[in-house]
């Protein structure tokens, strides 16, 4: 695995204290051919000046944070290298990197380069205010499951109908939920575990089983379920929860590389007979 922390070359791309588009390009291309078109790919439907611009300009205005985040970057990749064996042959090397992007995400698992990469936007960290080390632990952990299942498996598996590609949502971040448990060493860690979360989850799966599966079956949507800007029932993340106590539960019959393959027929089956059971 390999660390890439351009922490300490930010600080380039704002001269006379205010960001700097040719400045970042430049800043870019030290460790990445193909990062700054990727990024600038990716934010072109935003109005720069008025979505992008207060983002960027907040990172060097908010230097505490900042730090903050450099250092919870160093914590957690030192812990991933001693644990990232217990998902990953010797011969996968993951890059992961904390960098200055255009708000293309707080974490984005992608290729770069040619190789598998954890991209960790500095910008979007702090507007979220996630640079503690338990946010930041949440944020790589979870992408390199993500990862992990591209990797060995079947990321994508092929969902014809709305419900079907809902079921493959669940199941994505299910795995990838395992995948950080594992990580953590920790079968019952949520990084989404706060204020009675879990516990509101745990209280009331047989309900959400059942409400998940009936939006899959009349292809509803199920957009509520994931996502800190969603919620369900005044809970946010609820899919994250569900998708990893379905991915538990195919543990009973299959090694954690035979879920990652599934089709979406064999997912369809096992979760309606997870959803309808107690």
């Not at 935003?46 to 160093?74: C, G, H, Q, R």
């Not at 995400?105 to 990469?117: F, H, I, K, S």
């Amino acid at each position: 695995m390999q660390l890439i922390n351009t922490f300490h070359k930010i600080q380039n791309c704002f001269p006379n204290n205010m960001f700097d588009i040719e400045a970042w390009r430049k800043y870019t291309k030290e460790f990445s051919s193909e990062l700054c078109e990727k990024c600038e790919q990716d934010s072109k439907d935003y109005d720069f000046d008025k979505d992008i611009m207060p983002v960027l300009n907040n990172v060097i205005l908010n230097k505490e944070a900042a730090a903050t985040a450099n250092a919870s970057f160093i914590a957690i990749a030192e812990r991933l290298s001693r644990n990232i064996s217990q998902l990953f042959k010797s011969d996968i090397d993951p890059d992961i990197i904390l960098y200055l992007g255009l708000c293309n995400g707080a974490c984005w698992a992608t290729t770069l380069d040619g190789r598998n990469a954890v991209l960790l936007g500095i910008e979007k960290i702090i507007e979220l205010n996630w640079q503690n080390e338990s946010d930041m632990q949440a944020l790589i952990f979870h992408e390199i499951g993500h990862i992990w299942h591209k990797t060995y498996g079947n990321l994508n598996p092929h969902a014809q109908t709305s419900g079907e590609q809902s079921l493959a949502q669940l199941y994505r971040e299910g795995i990838a939920m395992v995948c950080e448990q594992i990580l953590c060493n920790d079968d019952n860690h949520y990084h989404q575990d706060k204020n009675g979360w879990l516990d509101w989850c745990t209280a009331n799966k047989a309900e959400i089983k059942r409400e998940y599966l009936r939006r899959v079956k009349e292809n509803e949507s199920t957009q509520d379920f994931f996502g800190d800007w969603c919620s369900y029932k005044n809970h946010s993340d609820v899919g994250y929860y569900l998708g990893c106590e379905f991915v538990k539960y195919l543990k009973q019959f299959y090694s954690l590389i035979e879920i990652a393959n599934l089709n979406i027929g064999e997912i369809y089956k096992r979760f309606e007979d997870f959803a309808l059971r107690g």
